[in-house]
């Protein structure tokens, strides 16, 4: 389940490792991780080269530029649940569920697409094509400033734990990072975005960054799957302080941390540091007519 760090720590390494590399062959032995023609998605790519990397929310976009300069292409990357890219020596043991190959330059290195779950997707995108994918997206949850931040919790309703998860809202935070900012917030998962006081939406906002730029420093988490491009797991795990710690005494007041199940995915909370919201809202309908 790669969130915001674990993809912005596998972009860090697609710069470092394969930035200015070409592409010289493309083997996909499981089109299913491929999102459209699987032949379009390799006669597209091969003899490019890596220019640029960009991402947005969980979207990782390489630029791919052409040596006779006609347009580029870009390669959309999506981890999905179990989603791996690394770069890998050609003579490497290949591991199970690697399902595309990128030869890089002449051969002794290749981009590996390892996905066990295969609900992560590869896709050769058009510049235009490309911009309704990332349009779609909020701003990005390290990016967004304030003033998008608190005018998209406006008038919300519902829980602000499966707002936080909207990507069309905010883009980039998964339930790891949802649960952490809303523990750090000092927020109830199932508040309302639209009936948390003012002080509480900066602290909200403050904390989402704080989050997500702490867990970019230990380069994301690995629960299981997880890997960097080198095929290293990240060092966040240790930092959670809610996420998965049902039982466990809260570090700030030492209450048991809870667990409950919204919109179908499990959060965790701690009863006392973030109380349960009042239920005015729903106590003020219409008032019995007295006459
Ligand atoms: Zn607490």
Redesign the pocket.
């Known amino acids: 389940m790669p969130e915001l760090p674990e993809v912005e720590t596998v972009a860090q390494g697609l710069r470092r490792r394969a930035l200015g590399r070409r592409i010289a062959t493309v083997e996909v032995r499981h089109a299913a991780v491929i999102a459209g023609s699987a032949e379009e998605f390799v006669s597209t790519l091969e003899g490019r080269r890596l220019a640029s990397v960009s991402r947005k929310g969980k979207a990782i976009a390489v630029e791919l530029t052409a040596a006779d300069g006609s347009a580029p292409r870009f390669l959309l990357v999506r981890l999905g649940m179990t989603g791996q890219l690394t770069v890998t020596p050609h003579e490497a043991p290949v591991e199970p569920h690697t399902h595309v190959f990128m030869a890089l330059d002449d051969g002794r290195e290749e981009l590996r697409f390892r996905d066990a779950r295969r609900f992560g997707r590869l896709r050769s995108l058009t510049a235009a094509e490309l911009e309704k994918v990332m349009g779609s997206l909020g701003p990005d949850a390290q990016r967004v400033t304030e003033a998008q931040f608190l005018e998209a919790m406006g008038g919300r309703k519902g829980a602000i734990k499966s707002w936080l998860m909207n990507q069309n809202l905010v883009a980039g935070l998964g339930n790891i990072y949802a649960d952490e900012a809303l523990f750090e917030a000092g927020i109830h998962p199932q508040s309302q975005p639209g009936r948390v006081s003012s002080e509480k939406a900066h602290q909200l906002y403050k904390a989402v960054r704080k989050v997500l730029d702490r867990a970019v420093r230990l380069g994301g988490t690995t629960f299981s799957d997880y890997l960097d491009i080198e095929g290293r797991p990240g060092a966040f795990l240790s930092k959670l302080r809610v996420y998965q710690h049902t039982g466990e005494p ?1 570090r ?2 030492g ?1 048991a941390i809870r667990r409950i199940v919204i919109a179908g995915r499990s959060s965790h909370f ?1 009863p ?2 973030q109380p349960r919201p009042h239920v005015t809202a729903k106590m003020r309908g219409p008032r019995p007519s007295t006459a």
């Open positions: 809260c700030r007041c209450q701690c006392r540091c």
